[in-house]
């Protein structure tokens, strides 16, 4: 039967603490380097949801290592290996307090903004007589702050950004430049797999004064894919658009009435459910990567996680 890891709590050599996040637990050692475990946990409406889906966390691990390692040439980032196939090791950032989200085309929260009359995000001006799913001329450039756990993020504008010195304007200026150049090449990969990058967010922090890329990148979780095939055709006859992402478990969600909201229960994720999603996030991996996904022996995650992680700090 396949395992779903939801819970991790490791003690590695030189461990000085941990942080539980929505998805990722991470392992502060020695003030240095930081351990990531992508547990299979799932979040949507900044809601973690009750069951875990099994292999969604090596899917992220290895789909965010891979464009980690196909981006070194646009900015410097945080990996430095990638020892069990669930866990990121990297240098420890001090992280900007904002993620930089990018979008090339009007949907998902945006459009629906749009659509209720909003015609400015995040201090960005939006044309009229947008519809849902159309190509903006240039992809924009929308941050959000980073949300403590159960709070929502909040949409920013660069010069609140810079107002509350969040960041310097030198340094947003690089944050930007970088959130632009990473999702030109996201772009470009995507392309070549029958794929359109819709939108994204990066994190960034500071480590030794320089800026490096931190986190996930171009992973279903933190991105929106469409498929190319059948775009325009979907666009004109006004139809939803088929896509790659996270979205398919928020409309689930949203068809069992459950939007996040106070009062509101998460509908029940039966095995059949789990093993859908499970399933769909395969499909996103081997679409994106354009590699066949292999599955890890799931049967001691924990012992295989702490074994193969102790020696990779013991090196």
């Known amino acids: 039967m396949k395992k779903a890891l939801t819970k991790t709590d490791f003690n590695f050599p030189g461990q000085k603490s941990v942080y539980h996040g929505k998805v990722r637990d991470v392992y502060n050692i020695n003030d240095d380097v930081l351990v990531m475990v992508a547990t299979d946990r799932i979040s949507a409406f900044d809601v973690v949801l009750p069951e875990g889906i099994p292999y969604k966390g090596q899917m992220l691990n290895q789909i965010a290592a891979k464009f980690l390692d196909a981006t070194t040439d646009i900015c410097p980032n945080w990996k430095l290996a ?31 903004a749009y659509k209720s009359g909003v015609r400015e995000i995040c201090g960005v001006k939006l044309p009229e007589g947008m519809r849902e799913n159309e190509r903006f001329p240039e992809p924009i450039v929308t941050p959000t702050t980073k949300a403590e756990i159960g709070e929502h993020d909040a949409d920013i504008s660069k010069e609140e950004i810079l107002a509350k010195g969040l960041a310097t304007p030198e340094e947003y200026e690089l944050l930007e430049k970088y959130t632009l150049a990473l999702f030109k ?72 009435d459950f939007q996040g909201k106070a009062g509101q229960k998460v509908p029940e994720m039966t095995p059949a459910i789990v ?20 599955k890890g022996d799931t049967d001691n995650l924990l012992s295989r996680i702490e074994k193969n992680v102790t020696e990779y700090l013991n090196k």
């Open 275 to 294: 093993d859908g999603i499970s399933e769909r996030y395969i499909e996103l991996y081997e679409h994106i990567t354009g590699e066949k996904f292999e």
């Open 185 to 256: 090449r996201g772009t470009e990969i995507a392309a070549e797999r029958g794929l359109i990058l819709v939108d994204t967010k990066y994190e960034f922090g500071k480590h030794g004064g320089k800026i490096y890329l931190m986190d996930e990148i171009h992973t279903p979780d933190s991105s929106r894919y469409f498929y190319s095939e059948g775009y325009e055709e979907r666009f004109a006859k006004g139809e939803p658009q088929k896509q790659l992402s996270k979205e398919f478990v928020r409309e689930w969600l949203m068809e069992n």
């Open 82 to 112: 990638t020892p069990d196939p669930m866990v990121t090791v990297g240098v420890m950032c001090q992280g900007f307090p904002v993620e930089m989200i990018v979008r090339g085309y009007l949907c998902g929260s945006a459009w629906r």
